[in-house]
């Protein structure tokens, strides 16, 4: 049974900085592309970033990229994504998403035809 549990979500003021994590089990996740969703009210879930099975290669939301930094560390099982200059445009609720495919890179994240494992979501609220 895969599961996936973040943590790190809270309230922050404008310009300042969170990092969520991703514990994962059920299965050794060194093989599978990770990545990072959000999704706010009212809107589509988007793919904020996304890490390939080797953490060699990332992609990144335009509305993200020089602000946020996914990274992963398998001896632990986690991916990471530490957000730094923080907008309050990027409140929402932030979900980790494990490929069920081995050996994807982060297309298989970013493609609407994803399929992924979702873990539970966790609050980021912006203040301005």
């Known amino acids: 049974q895969v599961q996936l549990v973040e943590s790190g979500g809270g309230l922050v003021q404008a310009g300042g900085s969170l990092r969520l994590s991703c514990a994962a089990s059920?299965?050794?996740?060194?093989?599978?592309?990770m990545g990072w969703f959000r999704q706010a009210p009212g809107k589509e879930r988007e793919c904020v970033a996304a890490?390939?099975?080797?953490?060699?290669?990332?992609d990144y939301a335009d509305s993200v990229k020089g602000r946020f930094t996914i990274s992963r560390e398998n001896a632990k099982n986690t991916v990471y994504l530490q957000m730094s200059s923080l907008k309050p445009e990027d409140t929402a609720v932030y979900y980790c998403a494990v490929d069920r495919a081995e050996w994807g890179g982060t297309w298989r994240l970013t493609s609407p035809r994803r399929d992924v494992y979702w873990g539970q979501g966790t609050q980021v609220t912006v203040a301005s």
């Open positions: 890490i390939d099975w080797s953490g060699s290669f990332t």
């Open positions: 059920g299965r050794t996740f060194t093989r599978y592309a």
